[in-house]
């Protein structure tokens, strides 16, 4: 089976209707991974054909909500519609992942009543039996792992590769994703300023997803290109890793205009001599060697 790989979400904490926050999402196998679940999100996982049940694990590469806002909302519908028939949702990120989790999911989190009441009131019980569920209800409890820079997550025919990328530290860790399946590697690169620990960690990947918050030789101030990286920084990482697709994601909306999308994606062609996608929400990315189609 070949791996899917679909941007869900290609924007940045700005409200869009066309860009929802980040996410991924990757299939192969019985595998379906979720990498980030900003705002938008869950309901792009349905626009894509998607139920929240089929997912097995979601990967957060950092606690900025525009990349995971959306955990609560993918856990609760998941588990509802799971009605206990599915494996509990593994969850990796930074920390403090734990902490989040229990706040928002634990008996005294946010979603502790909505919780109680939903396993325990009659109404409930009889959705939930009516949905192949077999009473007493259990609470959702995603297992979370706290990942850091260096960690490894192995299955029997994939493994995810960690690196801390330059963001927004102190304050949060960000973390960037290497994805080997036998089918290919992608590579994650999280929010970051360019940094040589992505740029490791990319090494001869199939495709890289690279923030292009900004406009290189436009935005110069050092407390914004010290935090986030622009088209001719993705394009650089993207040459120095050697890999075969670069998509540009994380897309504000100066980079949005007609003639300058294009202007930044040759600037960028002029640096990285692979493959380049300018990221749109809701479109799959071929792992490999993009060939167009003949005129039919
Ligand atoms: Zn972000």
Redesign the pocket.
Known sequence: MSLKLTLLGTG??TPLTHRA??GYLVSFDEEVLLFDC?PGIARRLLEAGVPPEALTRLFLT?L?Y??SVDYACIVLTRWDQGAGKIPELHVYGPSPLSRMTERLLGSDGAFGPDLEARTRHPGSEFVYERRGGILPRKRPEPIVTEVADGSRIQAENWEVRTAEVVHVQPQLTCLAYRLDTPYGTIVFGG?TAPTGSLTDLAQGGDVLIH?C?LINNVELDPRITGCCSGHLDAARTAREAGVGTLVLT?VTEQLEPPGVRERLVAEAAHVFKGQIVFAEDLTEVPVGPIDPEPIR
Do not use: L, V, Y
């Open positions: 940045t904490p926050g980040s900003g950092h900025h525009d990349h929010d923030m918050h994380h």
